[in-house]
C-alpha cells in the first residue's frame, strides 16, 4: 500500500549536477527516515545519504561536499541533490524510506524502483 517513486536519473558529464527525487504516497503512518542507496555493476548497494525524522542526516565519505540530502515533509518526498558528479557516481540509485508500523514501535523499509545514473567523461 506504500509505493514510492523515482525520478530524475540521467546521463551527465562529469562535473555535472543532477537531482534525484522520491515521493511516497499511499498509506503513511510516519516516516522515520528517508536516504538513497546506490548499486553499481559488480558491486554491493551502499548507503549514499540518510535523514532522519529530526533532521539529521549521514553521507558515505565519498560523496561528502558533494551530494545533499533534502526532504519536503508535506510532500513525503526526499530529494538528493548531486553536484561534482564523476564516473564513480555511475549507478542505479534507490530511494528508501522507513515508514512507521501504527500502534508499533517497528518500521517497515519501502524501495523505490531505482534511476540509473551514468556519469560521461
Known amino acids: 500500500q506504500v509505493q514510492l517513486v523515482e525520478s530524475g536519473g540521467g546521463l551527465v558529464q562529469a562535473g555535472g549536477s543532477l537531482r534525484l527525487s522520491c515521493a511516497a504516497s499511499g498509506s503513511i503512518f510516519s516516516i522515520n527516515a528517508m536516504g538513497w542507496y546506490r548499486q553499481a555493476p559488480g558491486k554491493q548497494r551502499e548507503l549514499v545519504a540518510r535523514?532522519?525524522?529530526?533532521?539529521?542526516?549521514d553521507y558515505a565519505d565519498s560523496v561528502k561536499g558533494r551530494f545533499t540530502i533534502s526532504r519536503d515533509n508535506a510532500k513525503n518526498t526526499v530529494y538528493l541533490q548531486m553536484n561534482s558528479l564523476n564516473s564513480e557516481d555511475t549507478a542505479v540509485y534507490y530511494c528508501?524510506?522507513?515508514?512507521?508500523?501504527?500502534?508499533?514501535?517497528?518500521?517497515?523499509?519501502?524501495w523505490g524502483q531505482g534511476t540509473q545514473v551514468t556519469v560521461s567523461s
Open positions: 528508501n524510506v522507513a515508514i512507521g508500523v501504527r500502534g508499533t514501535s517497528w518500521h517497515r523499509d519501502y
Open positions: 535523514i532522519t525524522s529530526g533532521g539529521s542526516t
